[in-house]
Structure formats: structure tokens, C-alpha cells
């Protein structure tokens, strides 16, 4: 037996292990790309509830957009009110006459005296 022969023997034996390998590899990845008991399957159902869950984000990001728009006019309102509120004591208390203690006294002793 020459090298030849006996490195072409290798060769051979190496491409049989080789083709082996190869067919062992692909029964394991066509096994774990399973869309129903595999990781493909996984991968399915993460992707699904990845777009699931991005629907419900910008759903709820839209939701608490019109809250606040609410919410800040609903402020806006609040304040006009308190502005006219505010106004309107002023006013209230700019038309009625200042009262002292003795001014008070001096009103009830006229009132008790018209009554009698």
C-alpha cells in the first residue's frame, strides 16, 4: 500500500464521518425549527406577543395622551374659575362698607330703636 492509497482510505473515511455529521446535524435543526414543539415555535409565539404588546403600548400611550389633554383643560377651566371667584369677592368686598367693632355697636342700638 502506497501513501497515496492510504491518504485517499483517509480521505474516504472522512467524508463518510463527515456526511454523517451532516445528516445528524440537519434531523437536529429541522427537530429545533419546529414551529410546534421546537424553538421555532417559540420564536413564533415571542414575535406575536412582541406585536401584541407594541399594540397595546401605543394604545394605552394614546389613551393617557387624551387624559392629560382632559385633564389640562380641565385645569384651564379650574383656574378661570378661581379667577372669577377671586374677582367677585373682591368686589363684594370693595362694595361693602368697612366695619369696626364700634361701628357695629352704633348699627344694632339704631336697629333696636326703630324696632321700639
Do not use: Y
Not at 382632559?70 to 377671586?86: C, F, G, K, M, Q
Not at 368686589?91 to 333696636?112: C, F, H, N
Amino acid at each position: 500500500m502506497t501513501i497515496e492509497a492510504i491518504l485517499q482510505a483517509t480521505l474516504a473515511v472522512a467524508s463518510v464521518g463527515l456526511a454523517v455529521f451532516c445528516i445528524v446535524l440537519a434531523r437536529r435543526l429541522r427537530r429545533l425549527n419546529d414551529l410546534e414543539t421546537g424553538l421555532g415555535g417559540a420564536i413564533a409565539v415571542m414575535a406575536a406577543e412582541v406585536d401584541r404588546l407594541e399594540k397595546a403600548i401605543i394604545a394605552a400611550r394614546d389613551e393617557a395622551k387624551s387624559a392629560s389633554e382632559a385633564l389640562a383643560a380641565e385645569v384651564a377651566r379650574s383656574r378661570n374659575e378661581r379667577a372669577h371667584w377671586d374677582l367677585r369677592r373682591k368686589i363684594v368686598d370693595a362694595a361693602a362698607p368697612p366695619t369696626s367693632p364700634a361701628g357695629s355697636r352704633r348699627l344694632r342700638k339704631r336697629a333696636e330703636v326703630a324696632d321700639a
